[in-house]
T-cell receptor
């Protein structure tokens, strides 16, 4: 079993829909990243959070440390949101990230 | 601040050849990470530096792989005697201590 599990693996939505991507992890963590990866490889860090909730524009990230679960929400989705969204956790003393396998989001106009 | 820069963007090499990639982190960032990503998978940790010291290496990093960060600024990742299984996207990221990571656009390696 992977230490970081994401669901769904693939998600297709219509423009304007509310989107939720889930991440569950099995290890103790100090923080969790939500990352966005566009075709061609570039990765952008959207959020780093260790508790509660963060909001940036149409993006909202929440984390429940007790349940070892995080969600990324996109409100009023747009085709430019189409990308791979990756959850990654920081655990242990290595200061390294353990990544989920990503969620491919496609938003149709 | 021009972000994290990786060169080259693409590298095609024949099996058995050596390749070297370079990463220039954001200038004030003291931590630098290397990851490898294969198609359809999330990135996997390879190694990380704090300043010039290599503090952690994944067991994925076989003895054909070596990374350096000689002056605590840019880093190089060398793969000797490349194999087809080395084909992947090699990603570099940097941070200042535990601040959020900034990723480069990666170097895509194809071993034929």
């Amino acid at each position: 079993k992977n230490e970081v599990e994401q669901s769904p693996q693939n998600l297709t939505a219509q423009e304007g829909e509310f989107i939720t991507i889930n991440c569950s992890y099995s290890v103790g963590i100090s923080a969790l990243h939500w990352l966005q990866q566009h075709p061609g490889g570039g990765i952008v860090s959207l959020f780093m959070l260790s508790s509660g909730k963060k909001k940036h524009g149409r993006l909202i990230a929440t984390i429940n440390i007790q349940e070892k679960h995080s969600s990324l929400h996109i409100t009023a989705s747009h085709p430019r949101d189409s990308a791979v969204y990756i959850c990654a956790v920081i655990s242990g003393s290595a200061r390294q990230l353990t990544f989920g396998s990503g969620t491919q989001l496609t938003v149709l106009p | 601040d021009t972000g994290v820069s990786q060169n080259p963007r693409h590298k095609i090499t024949k099996r058995g050849q050596n390749v070297t990639f370079r990463c220039d982190p954001i200038s004030e960032h003291n931590r630098l990470y290397w990851y490898r990503q294969t198609l359809g998978q999330g990135p996997e940790f390879l190694t990380y530096f704090q300043n010039e010291a290599q503090l952690e290496k994944s067991r994925l990093l076989s003895d054909r792989f070596s990374a350096e960060r000689p002056k605590g600024s840019f880093s190089t990742l060398e793969i000797q005697r490349t194999e087809q299984g080395d084909s992947a996207m090699y990603l570099c990221a940097s941070s200042f201590l535990d601040s959020p990571l900034h990723f480069g656009n990666g170097t895509r390696l194809t071993v034929t």
